[in-house]
T-cell receptor, first 114, second 110 residues
């Protein structure tokens, strides 16, 4: 089955720790994205990548980092510099946003800082 | 003004009713528009694209009004399973990212 997988589904972190969220896709999509969603709010873009070894900051990149070493994988690291990291994190992919293609989402990771 | 604005609701309607909600966007040069559906604690899923000529998919109809810069979603003969949050999504011209509205929460009551 083609799709996007995210792991883990739930993640608990102590304050001051970095944590990495996994996102893998086997759809052969070029573009991948990371969003954050807080309760009762829409999705806010953290980082996106159009091709391997290239990525751009979204609207709320501070305190986050990413890498895109493989087309299939786009891991997100939530660093200790992120002041309020508790949220629902969603990864998405699309063929090519410039072609106005839609995005498809993974099931998300719920991060809670203790 | 937000790039994409939706009435957050909640909209509570009885089963079988027709319900409609709008979404306004600020960038007049926006090119692409979508409606996504998000169930509680789940990921958003594409419901339908919105074309200039409007489009219909079963009980769902989406319309685009470029002059007034809004898109709409109409749900006819609503089902209990239609209860969800509906997200309006816009791709501004030249942008390489989607812009999401905050979502409209809909509850269909038996």
């Amino acid at each position: 089955d083609g799709g996007i997988t995210q792991s883990p589904k739930y993640l608990f972190r102590k304050e001051g720790q970095n944590v990495t969220l996994s996102c893998e896709q086997n759809l052969n999509h070029d573009a991948m994205y990371w969003y954050r969603q807080d309760p009762g709010q829409g999705l806010r873009l953290i980082y996106y990548s159009q091709i391997v070894n290239d990525f751009q900051k979204g609207d709320i990149a501070e305190g986050y980092s990413v890498s895109r070493e493989k087309k299939e994988s786009f891991p997100l690291t939530v660093t200790s510099a992120q002041k309020n990291p508790t949220a629902f994190y969603l990864c998405a992919s699309s063929i090519d946003l410039r072609l106005r293609d839609t995005q498809y989402f993974g099931p998300g990771t719920r991060l809670t800082v203790l | 003004r937000k790039e994409v604005e939706q009435d957050p609701g909640p909209f509570n309607v009885p089963e079988g009713a027709t319900v409609a909600f709008n979404c306004t966007y600020s960038n007049s040069a926006s090119q692409s528009f979508f409606w996504y559906r998000q169930d509680c604690r789940k990921e958003p899923k594409l419901l339908m694209s919105v074309y200039s000529s409007g489009n219909e998919d079963g009980r769902f109809t989406a319309q685009l009004n470029r002059a007034s810069q809004y898109i709409s979603l109409l749900i006819r003969d609503s089902k209990l399973s239609d209860s969800a949050t509906y997200l309006c999504v816009v791709i501004p011209q030249g942008a390489q990212k989607l812009v999401f509205g905050q979502g409209t929460r809909l509850t269909i009551n038996p």
